[in-house]
């Protein structure tokens, strides 16, 4: 079936670099972009022990990008690995050559070569950058990519970026043969906390004939906050009673969390780089590849704030602590007493958008379902009915995709080159937010609507790394685009 030609593809990648073999497209290089991003490796301290992983890194050492809107994203990608590379630039809408995926945008750009990209930026929001070639994003090949735009009319504020990430030093190769070879203990390492069980139509059954619920693939070694563990967690100085912007983003490959504000209550104000009404609370879930702007005000008292992001229906935990000036600061275990929440959809239901799309009817509704299971670790896409095919649309359409998950797992589906509004859950309609990422929970099922006003041929998947790279990919073809 195509679907299983896909993933075969992708799987023969990821082993023997067989997409990296593409010819790069060239430039003359006629001028110097006005950023110059590095993938390269860097040198971590992961629990005392050292790491060497990837990287997104400026000539000035910095980790990440900054922009504006109304500026071209003008940006070189120089590849400094020994292995081929392509970067995605996450929650943007650039042309559709300039997205970043191998084998759908441009081939890999080989090492000790470059690229450069030119493009408007006309959408602000909190983004992030990450590689789309094999299991690299689980090597950390992933980094901030914060637009801001300077005609908002908001008052400054402090800015503090928590970018999550799961981290092992087994190689991904490593942890992905385990799983499609049935592995799970090995992926699991220490038994996990993931119920394993088979596929939807197979065992994992629970007492009282109930199946259960797959929640994590794989136990990895290290939760991490800005590069850090809760071991030696990064301390953010701050002012007593002043009010921060937490821009949080989730880069890890295969976990979700769940933000704790702990004492804090905070204003959610944004997800996935779009304005939402403001949502006041202390715990907010945070799918693979989404996106949390959460506006705090320090207390007066010049308090230690932590603020933590729970491992899904386990205990481990990351985060960075907010500190005023001689704030005393204890010290925070890395597991905890008791598991992070598993996510659904209770805060979906609760989120609008800051203000409503234009009204219009919608021109074609397309069923989605998601398929697979943890027993063959075989994952991917039905559309209407049809296993693997791509999804072909017309540009000016509006165009709804009805998400059927039929698995026992969650996954986060994320679009290229559009953001969606979330219209049902599980049938019901909703005035959901606009979004890039939805999660879809365990055999539910969420309606999103999008306006098909970016030509190309766009990667739609499961945020999950090893999900995707098992075949839960497909592309949304417009017509007409070769």
Not at 92 to 120: E, K, M, N, S
Not at 247 to 253: D, E, F, K, L, M
């Amino acid at each position: 079936m195509i679907h299983l030609n896909r993933r075969q593809f992708l799987l023969t990648s990821i082993a023997t670099g067989a997409v990296g073999a593409l010819t790069p497209l060239r430039r003359a290089f006629a001028a110097t972009p006005a950023t110059i991003i590095r993938a390269g490796t860097r040198t971590l301290d992961i629990a005392g022990r050292a790491a060497t992983v990837y990287g997104l890194t400026r000539p000035d050492g910095g980790h990440g990008l900054e922009a504006r809107t109304g500026d071209a994203f003008d940006v070189r990608l120089e590849n400094t690995l020994t292995e081929p590379t392509l970067i995605h630039w996450h929650g943007l809408t650039p042309p559709w050559r300039q997205d970043g995926v191998p084998g759908i945008t441009q081939p890999p750009i080989q090492p000790g070569d470059a690229y450069d990209y030119h493009f408007p930026l006309n959408r602000s929001g909190t983004h992030w950058m990450h590689s789309h070639l094999g299991l690299q994003e689980q090597n950390l090949l992933a980094a901030p990519l914060i637009i801001r735009d300077p005609a908002n009319g908001t008052p400054e504020m402090r800015e503090v970026v928590m970018m999550l990430h799961d981290f092992s030093f087994a190689p991904p190769s490593q942890l992905m043969e385990a799983l499609t070879a049935g592995g799970h203990d090995m992926a699991m390492g220490h038994g996990g906390h993931g119920m394993m069980g088979g596929d939807m139509m197979g065992g994992g059954m629970m007492g009282g004939g109930m199946m259960a619920m797959d929640i994590n693939d794989i136990d990895h070694d290290a939760y991490l906050a800005n590069d850090r563990t809760l071991d030696d967690p990064e301390v953010v100085a701050v002012e007593a009673g002043s009010d921060i912007r937490l821009r949080i983003i989730n880069g890890a490959a295969s976990t979700n969390f769940t933000i704790d504000l702990g004492a804090l209550e905070g204003n959610l104000v944004a997800v996935d780089g779009n304005p939402v009404a403001p949502l006041r609370g202390r715990q907010f879930p945070i799918a693979m590849a989404q996106r949390l702007d959460i506006v705090l005000t320090m207390p007066a008292e010049r308090a230690a704030c932590p603020i933590l992001a729970l491992r899904e229906g386990a205990p481990e935990r990351t985060g960075l602590i907010l500190a005023p000036r001689g704030a005393a600061i204890d010290r925070l275990p890395p597991i905890g007493e008791e598991d992070g929440p598993v996510l659904d959809l209770a805060l979906e239901r609760q989120l609008s958008p800051a203000g409503p799309p234009p009204e219009r009817p919608i021109d074609r509704t397309i069923t989605v379902d998601l398929t697979g299971g943890m027993g063959s670790y075989v994952w991917g896409l039905a559309i209407d009915g049809r296993d693997g095919e791509a999804i072909g649309v017309e540009e000016g359409e509006r165009v709804a995709f009805h998400i059927r998950n039929r698995t026992m797992m969650s996954h986060p589906m994320h679009l290229h080159g559009h953001h969606f509004k979330v219209t049902a859950i599980g049938g019901r309609e909703i005035d959901g937010p606009m979004r890039d990422t939805v999660l879809v929970p365990a055999m539910e099922s969420v309606t999103v609507v999008f306006d098909a006003d970016n030509p190309g041929r766009w990667a739609f998947h499961c945020h999950n790394l090893y999900h995707m790279a098992a075949g839960m990919m497909t592309t949304v073809d417009y017509q007409g685009v070769g």
